[in-house]
């Protein structure tokens, strides 16, 4: 069973036409599992050798092997055999690659980077550096964008600037995500049923229905549920079963069921679970050839995902640099925040998403219970709200042999609410709801043609978008209740033409490329204090208008080489940007902020190799990154105001350390150092934290190999290595960590051997699956929270009898059960007084079964 199959045998020089199109199609069921997709797939063009892929990458149809672009292909049945979902899993297998589930407070998204560029935060006001297209259709953002990988064709991660082929936002790469096609020929169907650890249910079901011989229909619909490997204890359940009752001073038990008797002593205080599952999606798709040249496409999908809150945990208090009010909020519990907090286990948490102390209550020492009535008694669910649904239509007519048009429409709506508790104990110091909606059309037609001596391609693009964001902020600790009404209304227009000329034979090639944008995005912000009244604004309300746009002309140029038939050289230029940005939080108005965008071109002498007759396949690159327009946030502290003035704490605001003009920092308040109070100086005074701007350039070098070997039918092996080092003023200058904060080494594994003769003339295919990266700098201001090197191993043995279309595989992810962080929020590092840190999933088993009708 070759495992990196994503069509039938292609030729060297695959034409662009519907003929070839739906070989493709022909040689790939409809979601199925792995050994549906074994049994479609026509044999390679090399019996006993590695097959050929098939990319769209160039937005023409280009064999992997001759596309002079770093490029990692995945099929859905690699990504499945490895035990590996969705977007965020794509790591273990890309090199120089990090997607992760982003931090809770950015909600269901996926930060996304890409040779050490890239992008966490999930705000409607930032532009990612990796852009995402599924099926040719953009998706701007980073919230929502751990899409199901299993019910795909192929997925195509390709590194490196695509400012000519992908546009805006594709200043790191693209992820170009390939959809399974409806198929003339035959009716199928296929379920799939996965059980697993904590409670894991997952069905996958789909079926391709040809309605006459030029027309066809491929439905496919998914359930996945899962608990959470991260309990949520009550506090003061859990200090008195663990027999230090008074540790809890008088903080309420958050379900009155955990609060013990004398004689019925609580076991189990576990009141939820973070880091769980809860998903259902449907797609469905027709296709239509009304002319032997003509092909159209209408899709359309639905996901709606109420998925607990990510698995954050606090791994680290440090009383001293907890403000005033925050220590009172404690005491008034008759507890000191500190360590206590902890429970000493990365997969549990205090967090009570609660706050104990009602409605409308009044508190000497703690402004902010003012009694207000919309201020305490705050009690939130812990699980997000997103439903994500689009409808496009693509037709496709081949002029002649040798050109076609393309054109693709494409509407989506994401409406999408999540919470987040920041500090991880019992007890609310500050608490976000964001309600986000984005809706969003986008058009694109193209022309392209493949000749003898020429492959190119023409097109204009169209992007038109509008989102909302709706929150509120909660915030005990900075005294203030905020509400938040922010829209963002993005454009962008652009034309575009690539080309692969080959003057001199088919040997030698140059490529070259160039795209006309003109993005802007009109955004509107308004961040009112609770105090604020139409006839009355708040002295600490925010409220501005700002239109960042640019004009840009992206270029790209190479050279090729193949050295025969089997080995291609290449060297390549090319560009990438994002518009200017602006502070989309900012909590006071002195915080109001613009920025230049970013820009960078990347220089890259690549290599790819079938070698032995094609068992073996290297291919390889090393990049140079000159990342000259890079605007950084570099994060500070300034004076919290209150109705516009300095509010009294117990902190002192001083000059941050190499951070740009005018930029702070917060440090406790010492009188015999300071001397007396003096709020209007920033001595003796609440601070709150801010982002500063100041751009930064930067230089990138690196390199990436990838290996797939058969040295004998049946046996398949895999493996990808893949180094950075990032080099920025703002690492030499930082006070203790240096360090880029992305590994510098990564490196990925797998084995499997596909053993015939099983009973029933059946197969046993065992495999395993390793990924490993270097250790990881967290924090510019300390070592203490860098992530250390890890590896994670995932294993899997298949039984399958193909000609009755069944397998069942018995699998386990994290088989070692290593405990590693996905990311790690260094609040200290603000002026806070916790770090939390998102842990990743231990060990899970997982028992599936298929079957292909």
């Not at 939130?380 to 050109?403: C, E, F, M, R, Y």
């Not at 070692?816 to 590092?829: A, C, E, I, L, P």
Request: aromatic share 10%.
């Amino acid at each position: 069973m070759r495992s990196e199959t994503l069509s039938g045998a292609g030729t060297r020089r695959a034409r662009n036409n519907m003929a070839s199109l739906g070989a493709i199609g022909l040689m790939l069921c409809l979601g199925a599992p792995a050994l549906a997709q074994a049994q479609n797939t026509a044999p390679a063009s090399n019996p006993g050798g590695i097959e050929d892929i098939v990319v769209t990458a160039t937005r023409v149809s280009t064999n992997l092997q001759d596309t002079p672009i770093a490029i990692t292909a995945v099929t859905s049945k690699n990504l499945e055999e490895r035990g590996l979902q969705e977007v965020s899993d794509l790591t273990s297998v890309v090199p120089n690659t990090q997607f992760r589930r982003t931090q809770g407070a950015f909600g269901p998204g996926v930060s996304a980077f890409i040779r050490g560029i890239g992008q966490s935060d999930t705000n409607l006001g930032n532009d990612p550096a990796v852009a995402y297209y599924i099926d040719d259709i953009y998706y701007p953002i980073l919230l929502g964008s751990n899409f199901d990988l299993l019910d795909i064709d192929h997925v195509e991660v390709l590194r490196g600037p695509q400012g000519t082929l992908f546009g805006r936002n594709a200043l790191a790469g693209a992820v170009n995500i390939v959809s399974k096609q409806p198929r003339f020929d035959e009716a199928s169907s296929y379920i799939q049923l996965t059980t697993g650890a904590y409670n894991r249910t997952d069905v996958r079901a789909g079926f391709n229905m040809p309605l006459g011989d030029n027309l066809a229909f491929m439905a496919s619909g998914a359930f996945k549920k899962r608990t959470g490997y991260q309990k949520i204890l009550d506090f003061a359940c859990e200090m008195t079963r663990r027999g230090t009752p008074e540790l809890a001073g008088t903080i309420p038990a958050s379900q009155g069921i955990k609060i013990g008797t004398p004689n019925n002593a609580v076991s189990d205080c576990t009141i939820g679970h973070l880091g769980g599952e809860d998903v259902r999606a449907v797609r469905g798709s027709f296709a239509w050839e009304p002319a032997s040249n003509v092909r159209v496409t209408l899709t359309g999908d639905y996901t709606r995902d109420t998925s607990e809150n990510p698995a954050d945990t606090t791994v680290a208090i440090n009383p001293a640099l907890a403000n005033t009010v925050t220590k009172n909020i404690f005491s008034h519990f008759g507890v000191a925040y500190d360590e206590r907090f902890l429970t000493g286990n990365p997969y549990s948490t205090y967090e009570s998403f609660y706050d104990p102390i009602g409605s409308g209550t009044v508190i000497p020492g703690i402004p902010y219970y003012n009694g207000r009535p919309n201020r305490g008694g705050a009690h939130l669910d812990p699980h997000g709200k997103l439903t994500n649904w689009g409808v496009s239509a693509k037709v496709v007519v081949n002029l002649t042999s040798q050109i076609d048009l393309t054109a693709i429409v494409g509407y989506r709506v994401l409406n999408e609410t999540h919470l987040y508790s920041k500090d991880g104990t019992p007890l609310m110091t500050e608490m976000t709801v964001n309600d986000v909606s984005n809706k969003y059309a986008t058009g694109e037609v193209r022309l392209s043609g493949k000749m003898d001596w020429i492959d190119w391609v023409a097109g204009a693009f169209y992007f038109d978008a509008q989102g909302t964001q709706h929150a509120i902020v909660d915030s005990p600790r900075n005294s203030s209740f905020r509400i938040l009404y922010n829209t963002f209304d993005p454009t962008s227009k652009a034309v575009y033409a690539n080309a692969t000329i080959r003057p001199f034979g088919d040997r030698l090639s140059f490529t070259g490329g160039l795209r006309y944008s003109d993005d802007k995005k009109v955004a509107k912000l308004t961040n009112l204090l609770d105090t604020s009244t139409p006839t009355a604004p708040a002295a600490g309300d925010i409220r501005f208008n700002v239109t960042p746009k640019d004009q840009r002309l992206s270029w790209k140029a190479g050279i090729n080489y193949e050295l025969t038939d089997d080995i291609l050289l290449y060297a390549s230029a090319a560009t990438g940007y994002t518009i200017p940005g602006f502070n989309p939080r900012p909590q006071q108005p002195s915080q109001v902020a613009q920025f230049d965008g970013n820009e960078d071109i990347a220089y890259e002498l690549g290599t790819k190799l079938d070698l032995f007759n094609r068992r073996l396949r290297l291919n390889g690159a090393l990049f140079y990154t000159d990342f000259k327009n890079r605007p950084q946030g570099i994060g500070g502290n300034e004076t919290l105001l209150t109705d516009g003035q300095p509010t009294p704490g117990s902190s002192t605001v001083v000059p941050l350390p190499n951070g740009p003009d005018g930029s702070t920092t917060c440090r406790p308040y010492d009188a015999a150092v300071d001397g007396p109070t003096n709020p209007a100086a920033g001595v003796g005074v609440t601070c709150i934290f801010r982002t500063f701007y100041q751009n930064t350039p930067a230089k990138i070098w690196g390199f990436e190999l990838e290996a797939t070997a058969e040295p004998i039918d049946g046996l398949m092996i895999n493996g990808a290595l893949g180094y950075h080092k990032f080099t920025a003023p703002e690492l030499k200058l930082r006070p203790v960590n240096r360090r880029q904060n992305e590994p510098f080494w990564q490196a990925n594994a797998g084995i499997q051997y596909e053993i015939q003769g099983a009973p029933l003339d059946g197969t046993i295919t065992p495999r395993v699956d390793w990924s490993w990266q270097s250790s990881t700098a967290t924090s510019q201001n300390t070592i203490a929270y860098n992530q250390a090197a890890y590896s994670l191993v995932n294993a899997r043995i298949t039984y399958a009898i193909p000609d009755e279309g069944f397998s069942v595989a018995l699998g386990a992810t994290n088989l070692f059960s290593k405990v590693y962080y996905h990311n790690y929020f260094v609040y200290q590092d603000s002026g806070d007084a916790q770090v939390q840190g998102q842990v990743g999933a231990p060990r899970q088993w997982y028992l599936t079964i298929s079957k292909n009708f």
